[in-house]
């Protein structure tokens, strides 16, 4: 069964940092494309961030590019995503999911129960 | 980046209704597009990907079409488990986007 399990949300304060986790099991990791997805409370989903399977292609939104930091360690299976000079506007559970191939399309076929952030003094 | 934009924003219905969701893209994005359902406090969950294939698993009272920028969602006898809120995404781009949500609601 596949599974993506993320950690490490929780309260900050503005301008200060935190790190997001997601432990990924039942698949072959190192062969998928992984995503970072945030939601602000009452808002919709936002993209965040985007790694290849190998970690050598990585993309941001402008909202996070600067910084927000997307990594893996496909040895651990896990995906990462360290977040400094967080601002309010961050606060928002981070969901992590897997990005697949398939009919000629992609899209995410698999997400975790995703993690709170929360930027407040 | 491209741009998705979904209406209606919310939309009252009642079990059995046949509903009709759209979403439109700034720009051609072929069949690239993903539809998810999202519960309060939930994940969200693929429906339809590649604009019209349906996930495994998911009712077939579930549809997609459309392709090009011009694309719908239709759920064609609404049950009571499908009041939730509904999302497109273009995967076009790699910097993949969303468009804003409709809340589907009992009427």
Known sequence: ?121 | DIQMTQSPSSLSASVGDRVTITCRASQSISSYLNWYQQKPGKAPKLLIYAASSLQSGVPSRFSGSGSGTDFTLTISSLQPEDFATYYCQQSYSTRNTFGQGTKLEIK
């Open chain 1, 1 to 121: 069964e596949v599974q993506l399990v993320e950690s490490g949300g929780g309260l900050v304060q503005p301008g200060g940092s935190l790190r997001l986790s997601c432990a990924a099991s039942g698949f072959t990791f190192s062969s998928y494309e992984m995503n970072w997805v945030r939601q602000a409370p009452g808002k919709g989903l936002e993209w965040v961030s985007y790694i290849s399977s190998s970690g050598s292609t990585i993309y941001y939104a402008d909202s996070v590019k600067g910084r927000f930091t997307i990594s893996r360690d496909n040895a651990k299976n896990s995906l990462y995503l360290q977040m400094n000079s967080l601002r309010a506007e961050d606060t928002a559970v981070y969901y992590c999911a897997r990005l697949y191939y398939g009919s000629g399309s992609y899209y995410f076929d698999y997400w975790g129960q995703g993690t709170l952030v929360t930027v407040s003094s």
